[in-house]
């Protein structure tokens, strides 16, 4: 039996996660979500404009298709920020799931890794069940998983780049080194190939946003993503075959016609 | 918007200068559409303090709602 995939003691169905922003319209981001077969999405808090229209209905499509919410702290660059946007969160949509991103740079939106440490601390001792995205950085992920992250979302690339994951390598040690921590990844993922690449390595998710929302049918690349995810899987339980660096015919050679052996 | 006066209260709501005729939290909320929460000078307030908070001039009120996100 395939050991499921949880988030804090919830059972999740899908391995794969998605965000709700970017799509060209709010039924395409209904059915993506729907055709992806993802049981939980991520979305955020901003100013209310009493002026502006479609805030209540991103939240009337949201709540319709029943997913679980995972609120992100994004655009955060402080701690306090992060905290206080999270405690809103939390009362605003009901659970104690929070993405925490803190942002370091501006350029690749690289999560501040001291930051996220000091922010993670104080909403673990607040009851919160942090998700926090975070680099591949070995070091970094162990801490926070030492100090009660079960779940920790490392990016493949920059977030938004599409580039795929730019260090296999890094990938590959955390899921060695931390096989007990429930691994998504999260950012950067470009192509289905991607993620399943990841879950090939595996890591228990994937969470993208931007190469569902921004390809040219993002119902179809929903599809084409849950897909791959489940595949990937697959091919992690499955076990693959050593590599080596020569060739080793597939059909027997015993019996091959036209060769004659030479006598003795 | 109102004439500063001795009984209002100058203070930023989401970002932009306000002149509220009340200082009480909860007199200004009805403007907003639910669902909301609410953060007072960069701290959480949770909806069962809305009652009790008065507004001082100078404080920084964040009325937020869900967006989309990722």
Same mark, same amino acid.
């Given at each position: 039996?395939?050991?499921?995939?949880?988030?804090?003691?919830?059972?999740?169905?899908?391995?794969?996660?998605?965000?709700?922003?970017?799509?060209? *319209?709010?039924?395409?981001?209904?059915?993506?979500?729907?055709?992806?077969?993802?049981?939980?999405?991520?979305?955020?808090?901003?100013?209310?404009?009493?002026?502006?229209?479609?805030?209540?209905?991103?939240?009337?499509?949201?709540?319709?298709?029943?997913?679980?919410?995972?609120?992100?702290?994004?655009?955060?660059?402080?701690?306090?920020?992060?905290?206080?946007?999270? #405690?809103?969160?939390?009362?605003?949509? #009901?659970?104690?799931?929070?993405?925490?991103?803190?942002?370091?740079?501006?350029?690749?939106?690289?999560?501040?890794?001291?930051?996220?440490?000091?922010?993670?601390?104080?909403?673990?001792?607040?009851?919160?069940?942090?998700?926090?995205?975070?680099?591949?950085?070995?070091?970094?992920?162990?801490?926070?998983?030492?100090?009660?992250?079960?779940?920790?979302?490392?990016?493949?690339?920059?977030?938004?780049?599409?580039?795929?994951?730019?260090?296999?390598?890094?990938?590959?040690?955390?899921?060695?080194?931390?096989?007990?921590?429930?691994?998504?990844?999260?950012?950067?993922?470009?192509?289905?190939?991607?993620?399943?690449?990841?879950?090939?390595?595996?890591?228990?998710?994937?969470?993208? *946003?931007?190469?569902?929302?921004?390809?040219?049918?993002?119902?179809?690349?929903?599809?084409?993503?849950? #897909?791959?995810?489940?595949?990937?899987?697959?091919?992690?339980?499955?076990?693959?075959?050593?590599?080596?660096?020569?060739?080793?015919?597939?059909?027997?050679?015993?019996?091959?016609?036209?060769?004659?052996?030479?006598?003795? | 918007?109102?004439?500063?006066?001795?009984?209002?209260? $100058?203070?930023?709501?989401?970002?932009?200068?306000?002149?509220?005729?009340?200082?009480?939290?909860?007199?200004?909320?009805?403007?907003?559409?639910?669902?909301?929460?609410?953060?007072? $000078?960069?701290?959480?307030?949770?909806?069962?303090?809305?009652?009790?908070?008065?507004?001082?001039?100078?404080?920084?009120?964040?009325?937020?709602?869900?967006?989309?996100?990722?």
């Amino acid at each position: 039996m395939q050991p499921e995939f949880k988030i804090y003691g919830q059972t999740l169905n899908s391995r794969l996660i998605l965000g709700s922003a970017l799509y060209p *319209n709010p039924a395409l981001m209904q059915q993506a979500l729907q055709q992806s077969g993802c049981e939980a999405v991520t979305l955020s808090l901003r100013r209310q404009a009493p002026e502006q229209q479609g805030g209540e209905q991103f939240w009337q499509l949201i709540r319709d298709l029943k997913l679980r919410l995972l609120p992100n702290t994004a655009g955060c660059h402080s701690v306090q920020q992060a905290v206080t946007l999270a #405690q809103m969160s939390r009362e605003l949509f #009901q659970t104690n799931w929070i993405k925490l991103e803190l942002i370091g740079d501006d350029y690749n939106l690289q999560p501040d890794p001291i930051l996220l440490l000091q922010a993670a601390e104080q909403l673990l001792a607040d009851g919160f069940e942090v998700l926090p995205y975070c680099t591949d950085d070995l070091v970094l992920c162990k801490r926070l998983y030492e100090l009660g992250c079960k779940v920790l979302m490392p990016w493949a690339a920059p977030i938004g780049s599409g580039l795929g994951v730019l260090n296999p390598y890094a990938l590959r040690t955390l899921r060695e080194r931390l096989p007990d921590a429930t691994l998504i990844v999260d950012a950067g993922l470009g192509l289905p190939s991607h993620a399943c690449q990841v879950m090939e390595m595996g890591f228990d998710g994937v969470l993208l *946003n931007s190469a569902v929302a921004l390809a040219k049918d993002p119902v179809l690349m929903a599809q084409a993503f849950s #897909q791959a995810v489940a595949a990937g899987r697959s091919a992690f339980l499955a076990g693959a075959m050593p590599k080596q660096d020569f060739a080793s015919p597939s059909t027997p050679v015993l019996g091959m016609p036209f060769w004659l052996q030479e006598a003795q | 918007m109102a004439e500063v006066t001795d009984t209002t209260v $100058n203070i930023w709501l989401n970002g932009k200068t306000e002149i509220l005729n009340s200082s009480q939290l909860s007199d200004l909320l009805p403007r907003f559409k639910a669902p909301f929460a609410v953060a007072l $000078n960069g701290r959480f307030i949770a909806a069962a303090q809305y009652p009790e908070i008065a507004l001082k001039a100078g404080d920084q009120l964040d009325i937020v709602s869900p967006i989309a996100g990722g």
